[in-house]
């Protein structure tokens, strides 16, 4: 669901841009191509993609993916053909730094997993007023782990305490031995940071032991798929999330993408929608279409994205001081709260 997403609107943008001749760079105007190739959410295959794209397609930069488990081992190849990659909802910290190190060619327009970690500790905390969290998380994936490791850290510089710690590994399906040690550690809130399809399975089996506690979890959440299976039992639960749906900013972009593809956009939509905004914007002031310029070009620039003004920071490259949203499942619909920046 989700790569395909983010491939119609780069197509999308691309089409529109090519219909206003373009764009222009030093003088000249280029039409802007995209290829795209599915990594299937496997890191061999994204490195496998990211040669063949930067060898055999010889492209100027690379947009996506859209999980840190991906984008990780893509960075050496991007550096050894200094080629850009802009992750849209990679958000661990490792995509681009490692060792305390900036990756020359690694960026991206989201924010990052102790962000994400730190504001869903601070909201349970300050607003649900929570002091007992419990989390089940996913110890097979990058993502899981950092926000769960986050989380814990600002729940308990908070004041709060971390009453259950379980875990599970990606594909598993039955989560009822971790939940019955949470049932009995009766917490106050659960943090939940993993994908769409767990979080609705571990849910339901949560409510059928008689779970009551309200559920938090992270951007891994939002998708038509987390209602469509979750349904009563994700209900009232809270995530973080990049923006809120209904802001006014993004409208336009929703409306051009239902009325072209007869689909709904979903999150990672909104957020390359941004690193095309990103891309262009850096072409343009390198005034070259080589990696290499665009590359040093990126943290030059800034731009009012639908997601928030996306300024890419050059010791880290991630994007500078992005609020969060915080959002409620109420009545299936997805509910824009406030917006939350962590302390």
């Known amino acids: 669901v989700w790569g395909?997403?983010?491939f119609n609107t780069v197509k999308m943008l691309f089409e529109e841009y090519n219909a206003k001749g373009g764009i222009q760079v030093a003088g000249k105007a280029y039409k802007?191509?995209?290829?795209?190739?599915?990594?299937k959410g496997d890191p061999q295959e994204a490195v496998n993609v990211t040669r063949r794209l930067t060898g055999q397609d010889k492209v100027s930069a690379i947009l996506g993916p859209n999980a840190s488990g991906n984008?990780?081992?893509m960075a050496p190849i991007l550096e050894q053909a200094k080629v850009p990659g802009i992750a849209t909802v990679a958000t661990n910290p490792k995509v681009t730094i490692l060792d305390g190190k900036v990756k020359p060619y690694?960026?991206?327009?989201c924010f990052i997993d102790p962000y994400q970690g730190a504001v869903a500790a601070g909201y349970a905390y300050d607003v649900l007023k929570a002091r007992k969290a419990a989390i089940l998380y996913d110890v097979s994936d990058d993502y899981s782990q950092g926000?769960?490791?986050?989380?814990?850290?600002n729940f308990e510089k908070s004041g709060g305490t971390i009453v259950a710690n379980e875990s599970f590994?990606?594909?598993?399906v039955d989560f009822r031995p971790q939940l019955s040690k949470i049932k009995a550690a009766n917490p106050d809130v659960i943090f939940m940071p993993y994908f769409f399809k767990e979080v609705a399975l571990s849910a339901n089996q949560a409510r059928e032991l008689g779970m009551t506690q309200v559920m938090m979890g992270g951007d891994g959440w939002p998708s038509d798929q987390l209602i469509s299976m979750g349904g009563a039992a994700v209900?009232?639960?809270f995530f973080v999330n990049h923006l809120d749906y209904d802001d006014p900013d993004v409208q336009d972009y929703k409306a051009r993408y239902r009325a072209k593809y007869n689909m709904e956009t979903e999150l990672n939509g909104y957020l390359v929608h941004d690193a095309v905004m990103l891309l262009v914007a850096a072409i343009q002031k390198a005034g070259a279409t080589d990696g290499e310029s665009i590359a040093k070009a990126i943290p030059q620039v800034e731009v009012k994205g639908i997601t928030g003004r996306i300024k890419i920071s050059p010791e880290t490259h991630n994007p500078e001081g992005k609020d969060a949203a915080i959002i409620k499942i109420i009545k299936g619909q997805y509910v824009f709260q406030q917006k939350y920046a962590a302390k």
């Open 235 to 237: 209900e009232g639960s």
């Open 106 to 109: 690694n960026f991206r327009v």
């Open 32 to 39: 802007l191509e995209v290829i795209g190739y599915d990594s």
């Open 147 to 153: 926000l769960r490791e986050f989380f814990i850290q």
């Open 169 to 172: 590994k990606g594909g598993d």
């Open 71 to 73: 984008a990780i081992p």
């Open 4 to 6: 395909n997403n983010e």
